[in-house]
């Protein structure tokens, strides 16, 4: 059995880690963490978590400080806004407890310059950065058994890179022109409500935003560098769907040669085989937010245009499991030697 500590509680991704977290079998205890709400409970913010009759001894009933739940912990999940993980991160190191960031501070391995460009905060601990892990479990699944530190990548970045590294890695794919048309909930944009997230705007609307300058542009094009060893030129825009979560990625790959379908699939399932949360669909079926909905699955369907000269490849998952909260807990099952799957296995629901 293991402990675990959240801090920064209350925003989306750390309410669906402890919903997650709850769930799992090898959960010993929990402690909730929040600076701005210390000494509420937690079901007082998010009432899905209200305990049945019988109480829910798992989960802590009031909110402590960050500094205190570090006390015992096996895992330290840390969902606060960028530019702030790091002094947490040593705490937890000095402390030898594992550390699991969803921000996107521990992302850019110990590239600072690439991470002040994006977010515009210059590092205070280098060398924590440079012992960091990124944590894509189907990209960096030994360096993650051995990690201390691990960066949980971003929700866009995981739907991008998942559907495009068998184009790269078996050569099918060209590495300049790739086009990534994305569309994501509105979970993504987080809790703190603003004028492009309100109702009236986002409701019966597809926005374009960012466009050209998205702060996980840069990091798409790191992850995909690695998986191909090399440069790749990728387009990127994001667009905020009228749904509460999931990202579908429509990517856009020129091919190296004129291929069919049925290679496609074969290839992309040949890559995947042994990923427990990568489904390549069968012919026929198209990737969709509704069919991986509350799970930490990744779907992907292929798909050809322009006489079989371009893959067009369509990614899939819930923003807030495979895209947050779910991916965190893959890899610390990984670090802490559980089960992968653990506490993971749910479906998506039919509706």
Not at 34 to 48: D, L, T, W
Not at 147 to 162: D, K, Q, V
Not at 168 to 196: N, Y
Request: net charge neutral; hydrophobic share 45%.
């Amino acid at each position: 059995m293991f402990k675990a500590a959240i801090i920064g509680a209350t925003g989306y991704a750390g309410a669906e880690l402890t919903r997650l977290l709850l769930g799992h079998p090898e959960l010993g205890e929990l402690v909730l963490a929040s600076s701005s709400q210390e000494g509420e409970a937690m079901a007082s913010v998010y009432p899905n978590l209200l305990a049945g009759g019988g109480g829910n001894k798992l989960l802590g009933s009031r909110f402590v400080d960050p500094t205190s739940a570090l006390a015992g912990a096996d895992v330290v999940f840390s969902s606060l806004p960028h530019g702030i993980a790091e002094e947490h991160a040593a705490k937890a190191g000095e402390r030898g407890i594992l550390f699991i960031d969803l921000s996107a501070d521990f992302r850019f391995g110990d590239d600072e310059a690439a991470f002040v460009a994006a977010y515009g905060k210059p590092w205070k601990h280098p060398e924590l950065h440079a012992a960091s892990v990124y944590g894509l479990p189907e990209l960096n699944r030994a360096a993650i058994a051995k990690a201390r530190i691990i960066g949980n990548p971003g929700c866009y970045p995981t739907s991008a890179a998942l559907g495009i590294w068998p184009a790269l890695a078996s050569g099918l794919g060209k590495r300049e022109g790739l086009v990534i048309d994305a569309k994501s909930g509105l979970t993504g944009a987080g809790k703190e409500p603003t004028k492009s997230t309100h109702y009236s705007e986002a409701a019966d609307s597809l926005t374009p935003y960012k466009i050209g300058e998205h702060r996980h542009a840069p990091e798409i094009e790191r992850t995909l560098r690695l998986m191909a060893g090399a440069p790749v030129g990728a387009i990127f825009t994001p667009h905020l769907a009228p749904m509460g979560r999931g990202i579908v990625s429509t990517i856009y790959i020129p091919l190296a040669k004129e291929t069919s379908v049925e290679a496609l699939r074969e290839t992309w399932a040949a890559f995947y085989s042994a990923e427990p949360f990568v489904r390549v669909l069968p012919p026929g079926m198209v990737a969709t937010n509704r069919n991986v909905r509350l799970s930490n699955y990744c779907d992907i369907s292929l798909h050809l245009a322009r006489g079989g000269k371009t893959a067009i490849v369509v990614s899939a998952i819930d923003n807030m499991v495979k895209g947050a909260a779910g991916q965190a807990i893959q890899n610390m099952n990984i670090a802490l030697g559980l089960g992968e799957s653990s506490g993971l296995a749910m479906l998506p629901p039919a509706f």
